[in-house]
């Protein structure tokens, strides 16, 4: 009888686990469908989606082996609805590899950090040189810098990119094709901007616009205790996760405005629209669905594989977008392997 009753209180206790993770993950579908501002909790659960799944998975598992057919259903449903969010961060398919030979309009965005702050240029030429290499048309950068040294990048750049138009002075997108018109949209209270420069395309023009939303928090807050710890001060892990908790909640707020601002913007363009850069946000989260509107996920059309845009290995989260107007349609969408930022660089054919 002792081990009967072990047997079935670990068998109530996955199952309490299970009917938990369960109510979570199916919260976390929907976090992105409320504004964070007053369900900034609901909201969050988006960003812990992967490891949901994975629990489900690993619940799933446990039931198969256990022979709880019953129990089972409950995780196989639950990852099933989950295949619309993994869409958004695995595609099961091969990239089109005649896709360069095929008519349209090559596009990447970068967020260059700065070039490292280096003085020799050798950052932003060495970028420079994978442009070519890809064949890019069009190229929006985010914390972008003007000057190596003594140097002007842009004077390195404009043999290959003749047109080129820069919005706040971190922002700037470089064109094969002529530049008919432009805008600088900037943000309250806050250094990070968006900017849209019409471009005519051999007699179409497009609408690109180039996106940097408000940061996460997270690096400057970890960089702060660090600073401190250096200074011989008692920084406790609790007081650190309060800090990074209180500038993502902060900076989530500002990323919702400023991608409502985008959002509209973008409404409002009679012309055919791109829009890329760095969201500082996660697949079905709040800002990416409003600046998703009735646009097409690039990635989810034509990319492959497990896509992720931040190099750190401790944070393989996909935070850098190409979207377009349903008037348009990919051919192929893929992230590059330069090391010169924190972020990698994110590649889009698109036909016109």
Not at 125 to 153: F, H, P, W
Request: aromatic letters at 12%.
């Amino acid at each position: 009888m002792g081990k009967l009753a072990v047997y079935k209180y670990v068998s109530m206790m996955f199952l309490v686990v299970q009917i938990v993770v369960t109510v979570f993950t199916i919260t976390a579908l929907f976090g992105g469908d409320v504004n964070p501002i007053g369900n900034t909790s609901r909201a969050m659960l988006v960003y812990i989606l992967p490891l949901l799944i994975i629990a489900n998975v690993l619940l799933l598992i446990y039931w198969l082996v256990r022979k709880r057919w019953i129990y089972a259903i409950i995780p196989f449903v639950t990852i099933a609805c989950c295949i619309p969010y993994t869409g958004t961060i695995f595609q099961l398919r091969s990239l089109d590899k005649s896709a360069d030979s095929k008519t349209g309009l090559k596009i990447a965005t970068y967020n260059v950090a700065m070039f490292g702050r280096e003085t020799s240029g050798f950052q932003a030429l060495d970028i420079l040189a994978e442009m070519r290499r890809q064949k890019v048309d069009v190229l929006c950068m985010q914390e972008y810098n003007e000057t190596s040294g003594d140097k002007k990048n842009s004077e390195s750049y404009k043999e290959y990119f003749p047109y080129m138009q820069v919005g706040r002075e971190d922002m700037v997108i470089f064109s094969r094709y002529p530049i008919k018109g432009n805008k600088t949209i900037l943000f309250d209270d806050t250094n990070n901007s968006a900017m849209w420069a019409d471009i005519d395309v051999k007699g179409d023009v497009i609408r690109v616009f180039n996106v940097h939303l408000q940061t996460t928090g997270i690096n400057r807050t970890l960089h702060q205790a660090d600073k401190l710890r250096m200074q011989d001060q008692n920084v406790s892990n609790s007081r650190i996760l309060d800090a990074i908790y209180g500038n993502y909640t902060l900076g989530m707020m500002f990323r919702v405005g400023q991608a409502v601002t985008v959002a509209n913007e973008k409404r409002s363009s009679e012309k055919p629209c791109i829009v890329c850069g760095d969201f500082n946000d996660v697949p079905y989260s709040y800002v990416y669905n409003t600046m998703l509107g009735e646009m097409v996920d690039g990635f989810r059309e034509c990319g492959s594989g497990f896509m992720y845009t931040m190099r750190d290995s401790k944070k393989p989260v996909r935070i850098d977008y190409i979207f377009h107007d349903q008037s348009l349609k990919g051919l192929t969408y893929y992230k590059g392997e330069l090391t010169n930022s924190d972020h990698f660089p994110v590649f889009m054919k698109i036909a016109l």
